[in-house]
Structures are given as structure tokens and as C-alpha cells.
């Protein structure tokens, strides 16, 4: 596991910031504890342990009444597969399921069964994201709960401050989720909010934040923050529902201007 590095002028432009590195087990998770992941991609020359895990499954909710159903589809054109998502609740299909990753994602669900989130990766360690999915009468909804967090992010870290900033920096304001990194962790109190990490995860082009996390609680659907909390706390409170080991990144680095 690759710790976060402080940012300093004679880092390699090319250097990432990243909290865990992609699962090299099949359907062992990533971010959550308790979720369970999949391949995006099932490569036609893929090593027997891929073959496995290529093959439908199903990600069962804790009632045991709905599922996540996970299977590969051929590729028009090549040998690869790609995987394809749907929901089916007390026998009745709900619809097909957006992943927010093109490398590999997880599915957890809420423990009273009336939602799941899937975290996503595009490219294996850095860019991942979340989705959070309700399950209601009408059917499958899809949320975005992470629109006041990740304001309160890029202001608590003020990317044009930074030391040795993005040329571009308004750019981190106008487009945070280009920039921050959203991991879900785990639910709170059924599926009425969830625990979220986000991170500063881009290049050393966003200079002295790089790596910088906060966690926070989120009210569902609202997004209404309930908790915030610093990396220490937050790692206090929720190391034991990650599936890799926090690291505590160094204190940020801003410009004397």
C-alpha cells in the first residue's frame, strides 16, 4: 500500500496521490470493507483467477429479497467482455445499473436493503467515484448526494493558494469532480446517509493540496452534510469499515503570496 507524499517543488510532475491501489483478488474489495468488486473488462487472455470472477454472479442485498446482478457481455469486434449491471427486487427487474468506474468497481448495500452505492475507478488508482442507487415503489433511482461536500472540499483547500499551483486552478472550482476523488465507505442508520472519503487525487499538478482528504457523513438523498471530519478523526471513527489502511497525509502546502 503506497502511502500520500507532501508535495514539494522537485516532485516529478507525473507523481499521483493515492490512499490504496487496486484489488488484486476477485471480489475482494477496494474501498469498503464490506463491498464486493468486479472487473469492468473481462479480458479474452485473462489469467484463470479473472476467468472466475468474469463469470455472473449475483451481489445480494441483506434481506436476501433483492439483488445486483453482475454478468459479462462480448464486445462487438474482439474476444473481451464487458460487464453489465441490472437490479432485480422481490422477483421483479428494477432496470440496468451506470457504473461510475471503467477499471473495477464494488457494490455495497445499505443494511435495511433499500439502497447500494458502487465506487469506480478509471484508471486503477487515481479519478474514482460513486454512485448511490435507491430502491422505491416506482422503481430504481439513481442520487447525487456529493454536491455540498465537495464545495466544502476545494474550500477548505483553496487550489489557486496551493504551492507551485495548476495553471489553470479555477478550473478545480468551476469542475471539482474532475478533480476530487469521492470513495464510498460505509452507511449510517439503515440507508438514510452514507460515509464518504474525499481526496485531492490528480497529478502534482494541483501542487502543495495534493493527497489532502476529509471525510464527512452525508444525509440521503439531500446530501446535506451531518459530519465532517479531518483525516485524523475520520480515520478513527472509520478505519475498521475501509479495506485498506488509512493513511494520514501531511499537512498541506500553500503558496507565501
Same mark, same amino acid.
Given at each position: ?10 516532485? +516529478?510532475? &507525473?507523481?499521483? %496521490?493515492?490512499? /490504496?491501489? #487496486?484489488?488484486?483478488?476477485? *471480489? ?79 457494490? +455495497?448495500? &445499505?443494511?435495511? %436493503?433499500?439502497? /447500494?452505492? #458502487?465506487?469506480?475507478?478509471? *484508471? ?134
Amino acid at each position: 500500500m503506497l502511502s500520500n507524499h507532501k508535495f514539494h517543488l522537485s516532485a +516529478l510532475l &507525473s507523481l499521483f %496521490s493515492f490512499q /490504496f491501489s #487496486i484489488s488484486a483478488t476477485p *471480489n475482494q474489495p477496494i474501498w469498503s470493507k464490506n463491498a464486493v468488486s468486479f472487473p469492468v473488462v473481462c479480458y479474452s487472455n485473462s489469467r484463470p483467477a479473472r476467468q472466475k470472477v468474469c463469470k455472473p454472479f449475483k451481489i445480494i442485498s441483506p434481506d436476501g429479497n433483492s439483488y445486483v446482478q453482475v454478468e459479462y457481455k462480448r464486445n462487438p469486434g474482439n474476444e473481451d467482455s464487458l460487464v453489465d449491471l441490472s437490479v432485480v427486487s422481490g422477483g421483479k427487474a428494477l432496470g440496468a445499473v451506470g457504473m461510475p468506474g471503467f477499471v473495477e468497481d464494488e457494490v +455495497l448495500w &445499505s443494511p435495511d %436493503s433499500k439502497a /447500494f452505492f #458502487i465506487n469506480g475507478n478509471n *484508471n486503477a488508482n487515481t479519478d474514482y467515484h460513486v454512485y448511490v442507487y435507491l430502491l422505491r415503489d416506482s422503481g430504481l433511482t439513481i442520487v447525487d448526494p456529493l454536491h455540498h461536500a465537495l464545495k466544502d472540499m476545494i474550500r477548505t483547500f483553496p487550489a489557486c493558494r496551493a504551492l507551485n499551483p495548476y495553471e489553470h486552478c479555477e478550473d478545480v472550482v468551476e469542475h471539482p469532480s474532475d478533480w476530487v476523488g469521492v470513495a464510498g465507505i460505509d452507511w449510517v442508520n439503515g440507508s438514510s446517509s452514507i460515509v464518504v472519503m474525499l481526496e485531492m487525487n490528480e497529478s502534482s499538478m494541483v501542487g502543495g493540496i495534493l493527497g489532502q482528504v476529509l471525510g464527512y457523513e452525508i444525509e440521503i438523498p439531500t446530501g446535506k452534510i451531518l459530519r465532517r471530519m479531518e483525516a485524523k478523526d475520520f480515520a478513527r471513527r472509520w478505519q475498521h469499515s475501509m479495506a485498506w489502511k488509512f493513511n494520514i497525509p501531511d499537512p498541506p502546502e500553500y503558496s507565501a503570496k
